[in-house]
């Protein structure tokens, strides 16, 4: 295990079961870990390549309270990157996602579009791809390179 910190985005969801379907045919997650709570999905672990997020049920619990109601006001967004936009564009609108900003190229050099899921949640994928060289992560980390 590396001491490198590691950011995995968290998503509650009205209907977890439903959207963990969804998310597999939209944009192409698979399951890693599945833990249910009769229908629902109490944690789920979804990937997509090395990457992945975790979702669950919305719930009036403790955390539930902190993240806040599925139906408030959010600033939240997800980005992908992706080696094809378009074919990444073509499976989420088969999918039903709903396209807000619709597949474009940008200044910054990326292929890109924007979404939202049946829950309203905001999804960005694009060929902008950041990178974080070995070097940086070690002074970011404190750690003296060898």
């Not at 890693?32 to 975790?54: C, F, N, Q, T």
């Not at 939202?116 to 905001?122: A, T, V, Y």
Request: aromatic share 8%; with cysteine; glycine share 8%.
């Amino acid at each position: 295990m590396t001491d490198a910190p590691c950011i995995f985005p968290t998503l509650r969801f009205r209907d977890s079961g439903r959207m963990l379907d969804w998310l597999k045919k939209a944009f192409g997650f698979n399951e890693h870990a599945v833990y249910r709570d009769g229908d629902a999905i109490a944690h789920a672990e979804l990937h997509l390549g090395s990457s992945i997020i975790m979702i669950g049920q919305a719930k009036d619990d403790e955390y539930g309270r902190l993240v806040g109601n599925p139906d408030s006001r959010r600033t939240d967004a997800i980005y992908i990157a992706v080696a094809d936009a378009d074919a990444a564009h073509a499976r989420a609108k088969k999918a039903g996602a709903v396209i807000v900003q619709p597949l474009r190229d940008t200044d910054h050099n990326s292929r890109e579009f924007t979404c939202r899921d049946p829950e309203g949640n905001l999804w960005a994928f694009g060929t902008y791809w950041p990178i974080v060289e070995p070097e940086m992560s070690d002074r970011a980390s404190g750690r003296a390179r060898a």
